[in-house]
Antibody, heavy 125, light 106 residues
Framework: QGQLQQSGPGQVKPSQTLSVTCAIS??????????WNWIRQSPSRGLEWLGR?????????DYAVSVKSRIRMSADTSRNQLSLQLNSVTPDDTAVYFC???????????????WGQGTMVTVSS | DIQMTQSPSFLSASVGDRVTITCRAS??????LNWYQQKPGKAPELLIY???TLQSGVPSRFSGSGSGTDFTLTISSLQLEDFASYYC????????FGPGTKVDIK
């Protein structure tokens, strides 16, 4: 059973860049049978899917429309980890950020069977 | 975009009760519907995927049904560890979660 361990700063200033990493154990970031997702949760927005990255014959990413102009997800195969960057943050981006695995056995755009522990990020000056 | 709604938003129940939570999609999503349980301060945990398939390790008192736009999560006999929030999520296309149902102790 895989595990996801997140790390990142708990506070970011408005207009700056939010960065969170997700270290993967028990699975490979390059696996062809999963997707790697970022999801956030706040009282105002609930659970909000931000995007995914995955490897098939090459790397693919899909981003939610709400953050598409500000987000970047990447995979580091040498460290077996994921990274999330969200630019130009505002207080509305204050949330708990989760990484999560989507396994292909769940079909469609996949469910999320393994989650990181969550990283609380507060956007405040 | 597909919108997801859940009812009720809040549910008060006792140990041993049968509990049903409803999730509705704004358009046909076939059976691409998943259910999660979340406890305070923890990440959500997958209970059911594909509308009715129990995730490995999930107790059999949990069940899911439905297809198209209307879905239900049923807990046949509520246990103390089941008091939590429950979310549905469509995986027909870009994932969207429902707003959640909090199950509290009566």
């Amino acid at each position: 059973q895989g595990q996801l361990q997140q790390s990142g700063p708990g506070q970011v200033k408005p207009s700056q860049t939010l960065s969170v990493t997700c270290a993967i154990s028990g699975d490979s970031v390059s696996s062809n049978s999963v997707t790697w997702n970022w999801i956030r949760q706040s009282p105002s927005r609930g659970l909000e899917w931000l995007g995914r990255t995955y490897h098939r014959s090459e790397w693919y990413t899909d981003y939610a429309v709400s953050v598409k102009s500000r987000i970047r997800m990447s995979a580091d195969t040498s460290r077996n980890q994921l990274s999330l960057q969200l630019n130009s943050v505002t207080p509305d981006d204050t949330a708990v950020y989760f990484c999560a695995r989507g396994p292909s056995y769940t079909s469609g755009w996949y469910a999320f069977d393994i989650w990181g522990q969550g990283t609380m990020v507060t956007v405040s000056s | 975009d597909i919108q997801m709604t859940q009812s009720p938003s809040f549910l008060s129940a006792s140990v041993g009760d049968r509990v049903t939570i409803t999730c509705r999609a704004s358009q046909d999503i076939s059976d691409f519907l998943n259910w999660y349980q979340q406890k305070p301060g923890k990440a959500p945990e997958l209970l059911i995927y594909g509308a009715s398939t129990l995730q490995s390790g999930v107790p059999s008192r949990f069940s899911g049904s439905g297809s198209g736009t209307d879905f239900t999560l049923t807990i046949s006999s509520l246990q103390l560890e089941d008091f939590a929030s429950y979310y549905c999520q469509q995986s027909y296309n870009m994932p969207v979660f429902g707003p959640g149902t909090k199950v509290d102790i009566k």
